[in-house]
T-cell receptor, first 112, second 112 residues
Framework: ETGVTQSPTHLIKTRGQQVTLRCSSQ?????VSWYQQALGQGPQFIFQ???????GRGNFPPRFSGLQFPNYSSELNVNALELDDSALYLC???????????FGSGTRLTVV | QQQVKQSPQSLIVQKGGISIINCAYE??????FPWYQQFPGKGPALLIA?????SEKKEGRFTISFNKSAKQFSLHIMDSQPGDSATYFC???????????FGPGTRLSVLP
């Protein structure tokens, strides 16, 4: 059973709106990464947070932003939604940025 | 140079057969190579991982073979079972696993 919980599981938004996705990691997991997985493709790295600071970013525009909180929860915010933002958004957590990340089941975002 | 190539795109194997999935990378800074298994509606789950200082790692029916000079690695699933039917992703990361680069995935179907 995964120790990473994501909410909501599904979400439908209109183009131009803003969305916040949430992730709750296992206690002690001070590293969280967010990934975007388009249908039929592998996950793409958005960014990583380590001890509440952004620790690396993939090739995503600034309208993708995040936060990590002391209670091992985190958020992914996306502004000005575009149709191409429709995807499964995954968070993955670990301890001290070491491999062996645990993924959540994801949030399926549909932009119409 | 950040790309990870994966083949085949899909694979059909009879129950009890061997499933083989291959991956190749270019970035010599990669030093951690995990395989993930993903069922529909779920996030990827870590199956097995290897570091480049060993050429093979076995865990139960799953084996990773790693060829550092060729920059290739593969997953072998022995005695494949219908329950193994899923999408498999290879991935690679550099120091501290900050940014996993995933392959495009292989959809495995094991026929009963």
């Amino acid at each position: 059973e995964t120790g990473v919980t994501q909410s909501p599981t599904h979400l439908i938004k209109t183009r131009g709106q803003q969305v916040t996705l949430r992730c709750s990691s296992q206690s002690g997991h001070n590293t969280v990464s967010w990934y975007q997985q388009a249908l039929g493709q592998g996950p793409q790295f958005i960014f990583q947070y380590y001890r509440e600071e952004e620790n690396g970013r993939g090739n995503f525009p600034p309208r993708f932003s995040g936060l990590q909180f002391p209670n091992y929860s985190s958020e992914l915010n996306v502004n000005a939604l575009e149709l191409d933002d429709s995807a499964l958004y995954l968070c993955a957590s670990s301890t001290d940025r070491v491999g062996g990340y645990t993924f959540g089941s994801g949030t399926r975002l549909t932009v119409v | 140079q950040q790309q990870v190539k994966q083949s085949p795109q899909s694979l059909i194997v009879q129950k009890g057969g061997i499933s083989i999935i291959n991956c190749a990378y270019e970035n010599t800074a990669f030093d951690y190579f995990p395989w993930y298994q993903q069922f529909p509606g779920k996030g990827p789950a870590l199956l097995i991982a290897i570091r480049p200082d060993v050429s093979e790692k076995k865990e139960g029916r799953f084996t990773i073979s790693f060829n550092k000079s060729a920059k290739q690695f593969s997953l072998h699933i022995m005695d494949s079972q219908p329950g193994d039917s899923a999408t498999y992703f290879c991935a690679a990361s550099d120091n501290y696993g900050q940014n996993f680069v995933f392959g495009p995935g292989t959809r495995l179907s094991v026929l009963p």
